[in-house]
């Protein structure tokens, strides 16, 4: 089992910076990739960015120049750099990792909140 912990959320006036990070524990091995999703209100989570254990990175087009996501394989954390937020970047942010053995395990944390007021 891998235990994944956000941290970094709150409240933001549009075009400020946040900075969401998120740290794995337990079983952490054979980890592939990671990366964050958001949920807002009455929407469907959907995928924000992932940065793969080689370091490719892969952005949503509505996050593209304004998110970068990085990763530490040696401290098992990942982290979103949020620049330029706007109002529509409200949501509930989740963390997550993909474990690679026999089979392929994804996690997810439990999430934090961002809101971005206008």
Do not use: H
Not at 35 to 44: C, V
Not at 86 to 93: G, H, L, R, S, W
Not at 101 to 108: C, E, K, Q, S
């Amino acid at each position: 089992q891998v235990q994944l912990v956000e941290s970094g959320g709150g409240l933001v006036q549009a075009g400020g910076s946040l900075r969401l990070s998120c740290a794995a524990s337990g079983s952490i091995f054979s980890i592939d990739a990671m990366g964050w999703y958001r949920q807002a209100p009455g929407k469907q989570r959907e995928l924000v960015a992932t940065i793969t254990s080689g370091g490719t990175t892969s952005y949503a087009d509505s996050v593209k120049g304004r998110f970068t996501i990085s990763r530490d394989n040696a401290k098992n954390t990942v982290n979103l750099q949020m620049n330029s937020l706007k109002p529509e970047d409200t949501a509930v942010y989740y963390c997550t990792c993909t474990q690679v053995t026999i089979a392929r395990y994804v996690y997810w944390g439990q999430g934090t909140q961002v809101t971005v007021s206008s």
